[in-house]
């Protein structure tokens, strides 16, 4: 019995290292969390603000595109040969070379930003993606119309689109779908059906 001060100090010693140590532990966790919470909450934040960006940058186009449709509408009411053709020619070009790479461009980020969330996808899909299969088969559609392919002459080419020009879209819509999404697809068939392809697949060749 007379080391037992000697063990009661030692185990308060070890007591007191232990501690000691799980508190720093304890801190540092804190500190490293607290740290990392604040840099993934700024990198959210500038996600955010890239994916806004994205949106204005498509609104600009999407305006511009708007703006040469109404001309090319308001010319074939007149009947300008040469205007006609040159705003068709020009609605094409600003359409593959301007408009679909910024859709592409936002609906990509969207798609890693929504990776996980059910609720956000099916919005953007609403609020986007169909209003951008409306527009695309309307603007198509109208610089194939048969009044103005007669205007132009008989040599005139209908314009056609790749279907890799808008698998984005489709790749949008087609990942994270499930077997209560069975309208998306009939829909999607249907949008591929009315810009000139069979199926909502991806064509390679």
């Known amino acids: 019995m007379k080391d037992w001060p000697f063990f009661v100090l030692n185990l308060g010693a070890f007591i007191t290292i232990i501690f000691v140590t799980w ?8 500190a490293e969390l607290a740290k990392y919470q604040t840099e993934l909450a700024t990198l959210q934040l500038q996600r955010n603000d890239q994916l806004f ?29 040469e205007m006609v053709n040159a705003r068709r020619n020009e609605l094409s070009n600003v359409f593959v070379l301007d408009y679909l790479p910024a859709m592409q461009k936002y609906t990509r980020l969207a798609d890693e930003m929504f990776e996980h969330d059910r609720t956000k996808r099916l919005l953007f899909i609403e609020n986007y993606i169909r209003k951008f299969f409306d527009e695309s088969i309307d603007l198509l559609g109208t610089m194939n119309l048969e009044p103005l392919i007669e205007l132009l002459g008989p040599e005139t080419e209908p314009i056609r689109f790749s279907y890799m020009d808008f ?39």
């Open 53 to 81: 960006a994205l949106e204005d940058d498509c609104k600009v186009k999407h305006e511009r595109l708007r703006l040469i449709l109404k001309d090319l509408r308001t010319q074939l009411h007149l009947k300008n040969i």
């Open 23 to 30: 508190l720093w532990a304890r801190t540092s966790f804190v």
């Open 167 to 205: 698998d984005f879209a489709f790749d949008f819509v087609r990942r994270k779908r499930t077997i209560f999404d069975f309208g998306l697809r009939i829909e999607m068939n249907k949008n591929a059906q009315k810009l000139g392809y069979q199926k909502d697949i991806k064509i390679y060749n």
